[in-house]
């Protein structure tokens, strides 16, 4: 998953949902998720827990 930084408001919620806290704010204050460490959520929920969340249409996407 990755998060479109033009779209992301910096609110947080979807970092404390990560269950493997692969969502960080980065230096510019924006949230950036962690592709190593990005599993989809899966084996946790049935679909990824960040986009469920973000409240922004398209803000979190799967990865290229």
Do not use: Q, W
């Not at 033009?6 to 592709?35: F, H, Q, V």
């Not at 946790?44 to 290229?64: L, W």
């Amino acid at each position: 998953m990755k998060i479109d930084p033009e779209l992301c408001t910096s609110c947080g919620d979807c970092e404390p949902e990560c269950p493997e806290a692969a969502i960080k704010r980065n230096k510019m204050g924006l949230y950036e998720i962690i592709a190593d460490r990005c599993t989809e959520c899966e084996g946790h929920f049935e679909m990824p827990r960040c986009e469920e969340v973000c409240e922004v249409d398209e803000c979190v996407v799967p990865a290229d």
